[in-house]
């Protein structure tokens, strides 16, 4: 089937930079998109979603941006803190059907 | 607390042996999924259930299987059917049917020996 995909493997920062991993989707009809951070042997924690009729959704330090024409997607994150330093997976959904994973992107944060 | 559970949180078996993973909630949520986490990989769909008594494939069903008998509980077993059974896996459960808005247990490391 078709699937979610990320630019880039791995994304190291300094600590106070923001941040921004990128991920690209291939099925238009997709209208929900999630954000997904997960720290070492743990399980996805919901961090941000968007829906396909918005460009863009801000929440505390992360911002969410949906590009529908060239079908891309990108977290934000602000002030980035060692905290942060896990892997980020985005999700994409048609309604009424299963979630498709991208592949992740580890952002490690250096202080 | 609510939330779901997994367990053990490592788990090791021998080549040809089947094995039991447990996953609870007491967040009285109908659905409940599980997924398979590889090194890399995004997580793909093992099984989902929407209700009790019922369950479905999902992507990559071949070599697990899987019960509802109780709403708070989806055990996924990995059978020696499964050629490559070492990976996180993880389970989730959601109100109803809409993984979008599932919460992820912590998951457990399936490690072959």
């Known amino acids: 089937g078709e699937s979610v995909g990320l630019h880039l493997p791995t994304l190291s920062v300094q600590e106070g930079d923001n941040s921004i991993i990128n991920c690209a989707y291939s099925?238009?009809?997709?209208?929900?998109f999630i954000w997904y951070k997960q720290e070492s042997g743990k399980g996805p924690q919901f961090i941000i979603d968007?829906?396909?009729?918005?460009d863009k959704r801000q929440g505390q330090r992360v911002t969410v941006l949906l590009n529908k024409t060239v079908k891309h997607l990108s977290l934000q994150i602000a002030a980035t803190q060692p905290g942060d330093s896990a892997v980020y997976f985005c999700?994409?959904?048609?309604?009424?059907?299963?979630?498709?994973f991208g592949k992740g992107t580890t952002l490690s944060v250096s202080s | 607390d609510g939330g779901i559970t997994q367990s053990p949180k490592y788990l090791f078996r021998k080549e040809g042996q089947n094995v039991t993973l447990s996953c609870e909630q007491n967040?009285?949520?109908?659905?409940m999924y599980w997924y398979r986490q590889d090194p890399g990989q995004g997580l793909r769909l093992i099984y989902y259930?929407?209700?009790?008594?019922?369950?479905q494939k999902g992507d990559i069903a071949e070599g697990y299987s899987v019960s509802r008998e109780k709403k708070e509980s989806f055990p996924l077993t990995v059978t020696s059917a499964q050629k490559n059974p070492t990976a996180f896996y993880l389970c989730?459960?959601?109100?109803?049917?809409?993984?979008?808005?599932?919460?992820f247990g912590q998951g457990t490391r399936l490690t072959v020996v």
């Open positions: 989730a459960s959601s109100i109803e049917y809409r993984p979008s808005e599932a919460f």
């Open positions: 099925n238009s009809a997709s209208d929900y």
């Open positions: 968007i829906r396909s009729n918005m």
């Open positions: 999700a994409e959904n048609q309604a009424g059907t299963a979630l498709i």
């Open positions: 967040l009285n949520h109908d659905a």
């Open positions: 259930s929407q209700i009790v008594n019922d369950f």
